[in-house]
């Protein structure tokens, strides 16, 4: 998701007029690390508090739904801390580079810190829960609410970074391939009522790839989402939320204009 701008500010040499610019991106990564940080261990904390006064609550959902937070963007802000500290000082020092920024670098600083700004006007106070009227389920509700959002801001982000340059599209009905209509018509149906569909690890690899193409497409009769949508090779994982024992991948497809539908996907042999 950082990959393109980190690889940019990730130079020996940076650029001298970017040293405001570096001073700014690390106030507000930094600020946005630490917070979202506080909230995800507040989060964490919550749960386990209404695990112990509420039977038959789990809060596995909650860890899942922002599950995004831990596993990606907290590693990268942490690693834009420290570049543009590490930037900061470089030109401090008056080692940087001479030739002037490209018209192209320009826009990916602006958008990364546009949406860094944007996260940041979603964040919530930690202090606000200290508010003694407010429960702890009322508290998780917040934290949750909070988290979900930036989850939501980041993964349309996400989606507008990868399909910027994609003209929309309609998806015509002849270049669903047979394997991904059979996921979406015809899945399996599990006792409990959970849509289940069984493939090679090929198959997930043109699942994967069919995915990209079709939400490159923009239209808005056909959309495919990966419950971890922000990995670049989906790998199978066990649900504690769902009653399913073997590791599966959790996606939600909507195709043909129909309504969605949720389907785990799990690994058979070749």
């Not at 690889?7 to 001073?23: A, G, H, R, W």
């Not at 949750?144 to 340059?165: G, M, N, P, V, W």
Request: hydrophobic share 40%; charged share 35%; net charge positive.
């Amino acid at each position: 998701m950082f990959s393109k701008f980190l690889n940019m500010i990730d130079k020996n040499v940076p650029y001298k007029e970017l040293q405001t610019f570096y001073s700014e991106l690390n106030v507000i990564s930094s600020k946005l690390h630490d917070e979202i940080k506080v909230l995800r261990e507040i989060q964490h904390a919550l749960i386990q508090s209404n695990l112990k006064k509420s039977k038959g609550f789990s809060g596995a959902l909650s860890i899942e739904k922002t599950a995004f937070l831990e596993e990606h963007l907290l590693p990268k802000l942490k690693r834009i801390v420290f570049l543009s500290e590490r930037n900061f000082l470089l030109i401090e020092r008056d080692v940087h580079r001479a030739e002037p920024l490209g018209p192209d670098e320009i826009v990916e600083m602006n958008k990364i810190m546009n949406y860094l700004k944007l996260l940041e006007s979603h964040l919530i106070k930690a202090e606000r829960l200290k508010d003694k009227q407010l429960g702890d389920r009322e508290k998780l509700n917040i934290v949750d609410s909070c988290l979900r959002e930036i989850t939501e801001l980041s993964r349309k982000f996400y989606e507008e970074q990868r399909y910027a340059k994609d003209l929309m599209k309609k998806v015509l009905e002849r270049e669903i391939s047979p394997l991904l209509q059979n996921l979406y018509l015809k899945p399996e149906v599990s006792a409990q009522g959970l849509h289940i569909f069984r493939v090679t690890e090929k198959e997930l690899r043109e699942i994967e790839a069919e995915s990209h193409r079709i939400n490159s497409c923009r239209d808005p009769n056909y959309r495919i989402v990966w419950r971890r949508w922000w990995r670049d090779i989906q790998v199978p994982e066990i649900d504690k939320k769902t009653s399913m024992k073997d590791p599966h991948l959790d996606i939600t497809l909507k195709l043909f204009g129909q309504q969605k539908k949720d389907v785990h996907l799990i690994l058979k042999a070749a």
